[in-house]
T-cell receptor, first 115, second 117 residues
Framework: KQEVTQIPAALSVPEGENLVLNCSFTDSAIYNLQWFRQDPGKGLTSLLLIQSSQREQTSGRLNASLDKSSGRSTLYIAASQPGDSATYLCAVRQSTGGGADGLTFGKGTHLIIQP | DTGVSQNPRHKITKRGQNVTFRCDPISEHNRLYWYRQTLGQGPEFLTYFQNEAQLEKSRLLSDRFSAERPKGSFSTLEIQRTEQGDSAMYLC???????????????FGPGTRLTVT
């Protein structure tokens, strides 16, 4: 059974710092990995999608990398801003086993950017 | 395109009552997914549809849970005889049809928060 782990569970940094969020998964047989942002009491906003054949994706101040063989992904946030405060979730789409198209999520990293 | 919408946004019900949630996906998205999220956890996959066909339902939490997508457009998730443990956020997502190993992003709605008293 696929398990997704996100470290750290919580992070608080001053505004302007660069930071890295980590995601690991136990089964490397994935089609893709997706990073989301979730604000309190809200739904999920997709940030980046990395196909299994790709190594990284970039969008603005965000860069996500994928090392499928080692079961790891990182989300790099440059020049953090208070508006980046949210919970960041990592999810994988399995290529084997049951559940076909459903995503398996980690518990998230709760990020606070101090003004 | 207004994105994925869900109704109601909040639902409070008494234990033992039935509840139904609605999800309207992004137009022309073939795939529609349901997830449940409890406090402090990531979303948990429940079921999904391709058009009107329900392709995976083994992850539904019990036989009290059922979902439909009768015309391949909107979907409903019903919980019968609700229990306090059903209190959670129920999230819907949609995506275009995948093509083998290539996948599109799943786009999520705002969720329906269920409270069972």
């Amino acid at each position: 059974k696929q398990e997704v782990t996100q470290i750290p569970a919580a992070l608080s940094v001053p505004e302007g710092e660069n930071l890295v969020l980590n995601c690991s998964f136990t089964d490397s047989a994935i089609y893709n990995l997706q990073w989301f942002r979730q604000d309190p009491g809200k739904g999920l906003t997709s940030l980046l999608l990395i196909q299994s054949s790709q190594r990284e994706q970039t969008s603005g101040r965000l860069n996500a990398s994928l090392d499928k063989s080692s079961g790891r992904s990182t989300l790099y946030i440059a020049a953090s801003q208070p508006g980046d405060s949210a919970t960041y979730l990592c999810a994988v789409r399995q290529s084997t086993g049951g559940g076909a198209d459903g995503l398996t999520f980690g518990k998230g990293t709760h990020l606070i950017i101090q003004p | 395109d207004t994105g994925v919408s869900q109704n109601p946004r909040h639902k409070i019900t008494k234990r033992g009552q039935n509840v139904t949630f609605r999800c309207d996906p992004i137009s022309e998205h073939n795939r529609l997914y349901w997830y449940r999220q409890t406090l402090g956890q990531g979303p948990e996959f429940l079921t999904y549809f391709q058009n009107e066909a329900q392709l995976e339902k083994s992850r539904l939490l019990s036989d009290r849970f059922s979902a439909e997508r009768p015309k391949g457009s909107f979907s409903t998730l019903e919980i019968q005889r609700t229990e306090q443990g059903d209190s959670a956020m129920y999230l819907c997502a949609s995506s275009p049809r995948t093509s083998g190993a290539f996948s599109y992003e799943q786009y999520f709605g705002p969720g329906t928060r269920l409270t069972v008293t």
